[in-house]
């Protein structure tokens, strides 16, 4: 047989003496980088309504602060959109400005509601996936460690 650089008898010598991969790491399996045995939690002296609403402030209904909620974007976008168009087809069909302001409000109502729940409903499906995900992961790994003692 003659020379080649790319033989076959070499490439399986090598995958004979390769090392298997380790499996890959994920975060629960992960040391945790910060010790939060420290924080002592606190016991609560009163009760849970009290407690919540003594938490509330101004500071906490500014737009920096209403943009981290989950959905908002989405919904203010939707009902945006459904307010352009409710309130340019009203305004070209019967040109009148009150009712074109009327559906135009009811349209960016109808919208933000429309896209809040369709953004939650895949929120919620993805949660959904994640958490199957993670117990089949924990059944996998009992069951390996089942085999293991068998």
């Keep these: 047989m003659a020379w080649w650089p790319f033989s076959n008898k070499e490439n399986s ?10 499996e890959p790491l994920y975060l629960d399996e992960l040391p945790p980088k910060f010790d939060d045995s420290k924080q002592a939690v606190p016991v609560p002296s009163t ?4 407690q919540a609403v003594n938490k509330i402030s101004i500071e906490d209904f500014s737009p920096a602060n209403l943009i981290t909620i989950p959905c908002f974007r989405e919904a203010g976008l939707s009902g945006f959109t459904v307010m352009a168009v ?3 087809i009203t305004f070209l069909y019967h040109k009148n400005i009150q009712k074109t302001t009327n559906w135009a409000f009811g349209g960016f109502l109808l919208g933000s509601i429309f896209g809040w729940e369709q953004c939650n409903s895949i929120r919620r499906k993805s949660m959904m ?7 089949s992961l924990e059944q996998r790994k009992q069951q390996e460690l089942r085999n293991k003692i068998k």
């Design 47 to 50: 009760s849970p309504l009290k």
């Design 13 to 22: 010598q090598e995958k004979q003496q390769k090392e298997p991969e380790p």
């Design 129 to 135: 996936t994640a958490q199957i995900a993670k117990e």
């Design 86 to 88: 409710f309130g340019s």
